[in-house]
């Protein structure tokens, strides 16, 4: 007896489940690309954004900066070219674009400063403006030509007045800077005068040029708006009289 031959279908069948078997199992999953920062739009192509850089800081151009030497000199402030320089003020001497000759020097108890290319130059008793005009000249005479002078007082001496006889509180009192002081305030600052003061009878002992001045002083004319003032300097001694009626 003859063995039946497979139908067409059943080889079909066999080529299918042949072929399925040589798949694999499971495919693996697809590998996706790594995430990628969000580009600056304001960036250059291909640049990522980061963090901002941090504010520079605001510096003046070139043509802001301070002119050093070339920089004007500062003008007198009012009251102070009037001041009497006294010795013991410390000064500041500036010439303009000549940075050489700016110097701070004391003046000596002879009266006289140190100056660079003039020596010692005696400015006690002058105001800072007289002192001032007084070394651009010198200066001016032979070594600068046309100079521009500022004259600055850095410190001041110690500046006393003493007040004695028929005030309320006689002693030593200080004058403050550049500020004059009147013989009345200066005895206002002694308390007034005492019951019995003479206020006809007051005399001032100043010194001037190494020598003693004695000054009387009616300080009942200065009351009146028009009687004048006269005014205390460093060193002053005065001295107020006693009334003997």
């Known amino acids: 007896m003859f063995a039946q ?15 399925t078997a040589l798949l694999p199992l499971s495919a693996a999953p697809p590998v996706l ?16 954004r980061s963090a901002p850089a941090p504010a520079q800081e605001n510096r003046p151009s070139p043509a802001e ?8 000199l500062p003008s007198l402030m009012a009251g102070e070219g ?20 700016n110097m701070r020097s004391k003046i000596a ?14 400015v006690v008793g ?13 200066l001016n005479a032979d070594y600068v030509v046309d100079p521009q002078v500022y004259l600055n007082i850095v410190s001041y001496t110690q500046r006393k007045f003493t007040i004695i006889g028929q005030v309320t509180r006689p002693g030593s009192y200080e004058l403050q800077g550049t500020e004059s002081l009147g013989i009345l305030e200066a005895i206002g600052m002694a308390g007034g005068f005492s019951r019995i003061a003479d206020t006809r009878n007051i005399t001032v002992k100043r010194s001037v040029d190494g020598k003693t001045q ?18 205390v300097l460093p060193g002053d001694i005065i001295t107020v009289g006693e009334s003997w009626y």
């Open 126 to 138: 002058m105001s800072v403006r007289e002192a001032q005009e007084h070394i651009r000249k010198l």
């Open 214 to 231: 004695t000054i009387k002083v009616n300080t009942k004319k200065l009351e009146d708006p028009h009687g004048g003032s006269f005014d």
């Open 82 to 101: 009037d001041y009497i320089l006294s010795a013991g003020d410390t000064l500041d001497l500036m010439v303009y674009k000549e940075p050489d000759l």
């Open 65 to 72: 900066k301070p002119s050093g030497t070339d920089a004007p």
């Open 33 to 48: 690309p790594p995430p990628q920062t969000q580009a600056d739009p304001t960036s250059p192509a291909g640049a990522y």
């Open 5 to 19: 031959s497979p139908s067409p279908i059943s080889c079909l069948v066999l080529i299918f489940t042949a072929f």
């Open 109 to 122: 108890r002879d009266g006289r400063v140190q100056l660079p290319l003039l020596g010692e130059v005696k």
